[in-house]
């Protein structure tokens, strides 16, 4: 743990932000203003949430769609300038750490992957049909500064996203992953107590292959 130091500036501020949070983030521990809160009643809060400054969340109904959720545990810390944006569903653990920088969405201007109708690049991409695919971060989870978190991600519990990482697929819990694109480089070995290096299909290397 780090000591908490205030200069008279910081307390006076603090207190100022305090007032804000018991206004009007009554669950929350504390919430720094500025922030941001577009859909509000879409928004499914639990306690102690605390934030920086300049968050921004933002959660969206598309037209004719069902109605977007985004929901927030217990305990959660997210730092300067967090971006999330919802229009179909983000799930956030208990006690999940956000450095500052991070932006998790679980929509995206054009479809670009998979089966059936793709966006054309002659179209606007303010006017290209959003892909949504869910978000789902498990508990106790430690992502890094400027980390990008894309739809269709699940954060599986205890893992760590290494800063900077830009996540398109899946982390499975209790696994380090880093890059961009996102790769799993170490997972947490219970029978050893200690995070170890894994191979490409997630199994620990061999004391020769480290």
Known sequence: ????QYSPGNIARLFCDMIY???FWPAARLVRYPATVRG??????DKGLTTGRNCRIEIFKTLGGD???LKIG??????DNVHICALKSVEIGD???MASNVYVSDNSHGVYAGNGHHSTPDSAPIDREYEMRPVRIGNKVWIGEGVM???GVEIGDGAVIGAHAVVNASVPAACIAVGAPARIVKRFNPATGKWEKTNTDGSFKSDNEL
């Open 1 to 4: 743990m780090i000591e908490k």
């Open 21 to 23: 949070t018991r206004l």
């Open 40 to 45: 509000r009643k879409y928004l499914k809060l």
């Open 67 to 69: 109605d977007p959720i």
């Open 74 to 79: 217990k305990n959660v810390q997210l730092n």
């Open 95 to 97: 006690d999940v750490l």
């Open 149 to 151: 978190i894309l739809p």
